[in-house]
């Protein structure tokens, strides 16, 4: 009788990213960008604060309210820029792919965050004349994207790039050449590869 032999998928394995490729910052580049994060975190809550209160008029009935949560969300937003660097280093230390995807992710909400602006102002009756606003003047979702708009910009400005283009395209081709090798090419890390060397 013969033998059957199973055949098990290979675990995908990431390069290794090292701190040469991970872009670092100073004091003096860290403080600003806690600046930042503190004023859109404590911007944004007031926002999204003021709009749920007045759906739900509890929120304005405990005395503080707004107050504890602007500095709790603005404290921890200028705790975790002040802190960049190490959580940089965290999650480069999972490999190159996760930290690529996260890089993406952040880009990507960063640009949706400017179209999310707009519904506010096209809320507002009068914003374009012969336009009427897409929701009533009274409706509270307006308040509550622009507050989400500021916190769609914060990561943005704390992390900028993880990676240095150059190593990017560098770890791009490291992959590719990985993922060949265990019989598993995504052609996509060679096209970011390429890409980058491209742009050099």
Known sequence: MPRLHRTRKRRRTYVEVKDEDLTWTTWSERFPRALIAWSFGFIGTFFVWLGLAIVYPIFA?????????ELVVSSILAVIAWERDTLVRILANSGFVPTFILQKIIDWVYYLAFPLALYPYLSIKGA?????????????????????FFFMLTPHFIFLRFLWPAREARLSLLQFLRDWIADDPRYFWLRVGMRGVETR
Request: aromatic letters at 14%; proline letters at 17%; glycine letters at 6%.
């Open 128 to 148: 374009i004349p012969g336009v009427s606003p897409l929701l009533p003047v009274y409706s509270t979702l307006p308040l509550i994207f622009l507050g989400l």
């Open 61 to 69: 009935d405990w005395p503080y309210t707004l107050l504890v949560l």
